[in-house]
């Protein structure tokens, strides 16, 4: 692999497990993420060439200077537009319209104008991967503008790999089960989430690693996925494939 990889939210979680996995693909990693600092010293742990900035995917201009700033250092190859934030999962008449706004701004539209500045930056082509979800695919209860953004993200995956194949640029989507990082943790110890749901329901019985996530992501942006754009990959310990209990 070579050229530079955007990873946005690469500070942590599932972004900080496609950072590790790219580096070691041997793409020199800009991640961006809300907590500057935090992507600073993960980029370090990276190595040297490595960059960690700060940059709220919600904040257009701040988007279209960070990405020609990270454009500036060489060509772009590859973006993992991952940044999200997860669901307070309150039954849907205690939400405010504030709330769903903001699961929409930061999960889909931060998302698009990821895409629309690492498309200007990919002069020699590239691929994509958007971070979609399960919540994309399949009905969840209390997850009303989550699951809306998430299915965004499956529709724009497949308008900007219909719109940019003829510029050589590859765009697909990872739609995770449910991944062992902070924000599921969180959902669990707020009693948001009950463990024994992802046993029960899942075919695995088990969370998924971030690492997991990852390498489904290092494959889609690769050279051996030279003929898919435009594709959801499910990576849910068989959660869509699941019919009902017992069967
Ligand atoms: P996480 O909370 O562990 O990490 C998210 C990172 O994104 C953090 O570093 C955070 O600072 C950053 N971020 C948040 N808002 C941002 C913004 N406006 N601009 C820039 N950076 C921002 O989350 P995670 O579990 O690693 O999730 C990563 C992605 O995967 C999200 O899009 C999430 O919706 C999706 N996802 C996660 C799971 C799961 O089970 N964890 C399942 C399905 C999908």
């Known amino acids: 692999m070579s050229g530079t990889a955007i990873i946005t939210g690469g500070a942590e979680g599932i972004g900080w497990a496609c950072a590790r996995t790219l580096a070691a693909a041997g793409y020199r990693l800009a991640l961006l993420d809300l907590d500057g600092a935090k992507a600073a010293a993960r980029a370090e742990v990276l190595g040297p060439g490595h960059l960690g900035l700060a940059c709220d995917v919600t904040d257009e201009a701040g988007v279209t200077a960070t990405l020609a700033r990270v454009a500036a250092l060489g060509p772009v190859t590859a973006l993992v537009n991952n940044a999200g934030i997860g669901d307070a999962n309150l039954p849907t008449l205690d939400q405010s319209g504030a709330h769903f706004r903001k699961l929409v701004e930061v999960n889909l539209t931060g998302a698009f104008l990821v895409a629309r500045e690492a498309a200007r930056a990919m002069t020699g082509g590239g691929a994509m991967v958007n971070m979609a979800s399960i919540a994309a695919l399949t009905g969840l209860a209390r997850r009303n503008g989550y699951g809306a953004a998430k299915a965004g993200i499956v529709a724009l995956t497949r308008s900007l790999a219909c719109e940019w194949a003829g510029q050589g640029i590859r765009v697909n989507a990872?739609?995770?089960?449910?991944?062992?990082?902070e924000l599921v943790a969180k959902l669990i110890a707020d009693g948001l989430l009950d463990p024994g749901t992802i046993e029960r329901r899942c075919p695995m019985?088990?969370?998924?690693e971030p690492a997991e996530i990852a390498s489904a992501v290092a494959f889609l942006l690769s050279p051996a996925a030279s003929a898919i754009t435009g594709a959801t990959l499910s990576v849910d310990a068989g959660w869509m494939a699941f019919g009902a209990a017992g069967e």
């Open 205 to 208: 019985g088990r969370l998924i």
């Open 174 to 181: 990872v739609a995770p089960g449910y991944v062992r990082t």
